[in-house]
Nanobody
Framework: QAQLVESGGGLVQAGGSLRLSCAAS????????MGWFRQAPGNQRELVAG???????DYADSVKGRFTISRDSAKNTVYLQMNSLKPEDTAVYYC???????????????WGQGTQVTVSS
């Protein structure tokens, strides 16, 4: 069974940066699309970014140009580099395994425990 462990969250001031990591174990994820979602209090969980085994990526409009998703297939790890952070980026960030459909990332029901990101103004 898939196990996803996120790390790297924390408290940062607006304009700052954080890098999230997600280590996958329990299955072969070296070629599986993976993604990051986030959920703020009172909001639905939303896609932040997804990445396929090649160069395909999918980003939410709200993070384009600020966030970058990448992966190290040898380490079964996916990263989310977050720059120019805003208070509205505050949320619990979750790692996920999924699939690309029509160029858009869609999640499978495999989730990590989440890591809190808080951006102060």
């Amino acid at each position: 069974q898939a196990q996803l462990v996120e790390s790297g969250g924390g408290l940062v001031q607006a304009g700052g940066s954080l890098r999230l990591s997600c280590a996958a174990s329990g299955s072969t994820f070296s070629t599986s699309p993976m993604g990051w979602f986030r959920q703020a209090p009172g909001n639905q969980r939303e896609l932040v970014a997804g990445i396929g085994s090649g160069s395909i990526t999918d980003y939410a409009d709200s993070v384009k140009g600020r966030f970058t998703i990448s992966r190290d297939s040898a380490k079964n790890t996916v990263y989310l580099q977050m720059n120019s952070l805003k208070p509205e980026d505050t949320a619990v960030y979750y790692c996920n395994v999924g699939v690309f459909v029509g160029g858009r990332y869609r999640p499978y029901p495999y989730w990590g425990q989440g890591t809190q990101v808080t951006v102060s103004s």
